[in-house]
């Protein structure tokens, strides 16, 4: 015999609650945001050759009265990947500036000799 005859539906599931927010409309909102946040997710893998992480957070405010209506309010939040920051190389001079030349190593000073050049080919 069938237990559940008579008895009201009960959600048991995280889908079946959001699917009760606006009317039926939340939840294939979501879903196709969280796709899209996917598609995102393979482009940036693809285009810096690395791994991407993505976050979906759900946050679902309850309130109760006291019949036992039970109001929810629902937030989410998707998050893609983070671009790669970028990076640059400079060194420190005695004074406390900033430099491309590395101040430990010496440097070559390049000059012109003048006279004839010559382009030669391997023997």
Do not use: C
Not at 66 to 73: D, K
Not at 104 to 120: N, P
């Amino acid at each position: 015999m069938d237990d559940t005859a008579g008895r009201p539906p009960e959600l048991r599931s995280l889908d079946q609650m959001l699917s009760l927010a606006d009317n039926g409309d939340y939840l294939p909102d979501l879903l196709e945001r969280i796709e899209a946040n996917h598609v995102e997710m393979r482009q940036f893998a693809q285009d810096f050759a690395t791994g991407a992480k993505g976050k979906i957070t759900i946050t679902i405010d309850m309130k109760l009265d006291r019949f036992g209506q039970v109001e929810m309010s629902i937030e989410d939040k998707i998050v893609g990947p983070k671009p790669p920051k970028h990076k640059a190389v400079g060194w420190i001079t005695g004074s406390g500036a900033l430099t491309t030349h590395n101040p430990a190593q010496s440097r070559m000073e390049i000059r012109d000799v003048g006279g004839k050049r010559e382009l030669r080919t391997a023997e």
